[in-house]
């Protein structure tokens, strides 16, 4: 896609790629991708069937720019800019910014590398794996708003490795959210964790930290552990 899309009605999607057979496909986004419609996608990619199964894999590169509306509630209608499956690869070189409730890039067992940008609003999420791995780079940005958002959300058995100091997190959000044992975070940055924010929560995974971290405002934690 060159060109500019746009997606306004609930369950829509801007690009969808479907793997029904063996094969490999390339989704390269150069263009505007707009959502606003509850439970929409940017960019949705399932290599797998009916039953789970992976059928071959799909590249996903947005070296475009993904825009997202708001949501009413992040867990039953949220929006995503992307979206993959196991046997996906996202890469994300540009931007994606959203309002709301909603997830700049959801991966369910993917594999993504970050080099952009992701800005989105309160109750959002900037990067959500379940399972599936991420790395970013030095030249990636994350930023989320208040109230329960997390730059980055790891789950059921994630892998995450951050090099990137630019992730930031609004009041009574989190940096990055572990949860679930087998979730790791290899953290190699340093990272600021503003007022009323919270750096890494840790639910179950395992933070190895080996960058610095630093209070900006007033009433930050810098790691908790439920």
Not at 80 to 91: L, P, R, S, V, W
Not at 113 to 142: A, M, R
């Amino acid at each position: 896609n060159g060109g500019a899309v746009s997606v306004s009605g609930a369950k829509g999607v801007g690009l969808f790629s479907q793997l029904t057979k063996a094969g490999n496909i390339t989704i390269n986004n150069t263009g505007t991708v707009n959502t606003s419609g509850e439970d929409s996608r940017g960019i949705y990619a399932s290599a797998e069937d009916s039953t789970g199964t992976v059928l071959g894999s799909i590249t996903v590169n947005n070296n475009g720019a993904i825009t997202l509306g708001n949501s009413a509630d992040i867990n039953t209608a949220t929006q995503a800019g992307i979206y993959g499956t196991k046997g996906t690869a996202i890469n994300n070189n540009a931007s994606i910014t959203g309002g709301s409730n909603v997830v700049g890039i959801y991966g369910n067992g993917s594999a993504v590398t970050s080099n952009g940008s992701i800005n989105v609003g309160d109750s959002s999420v900037g990067i959500y794996l379940n399972g599936g791995n991420i790395t970013t780079s030095s030249t990636t940005s994350i930023s989320t708003g208040n109230n329960s958002g997390s730059g980055i959300y790891a789950s059921n058995g994630a892998q995450v490795v951050n090099n990137s100091s630019n992730i930031t997190a609004g009041k009574n959000s989190a940096l990055m959210y572990i949860k679930d044992n087998g979730t790791m975070v290899t953290n190699l940055a340093d990272l600021s964790v503003g007022e009323e924010s919270i750096g890494f929560y840790v639910n179950g995974g395992k933070i190895d930290n080996q960058g610095t971290l630093s209070a900006t405002g007033s009433n930050a934690v810098l790691m908790f552990g439920n």
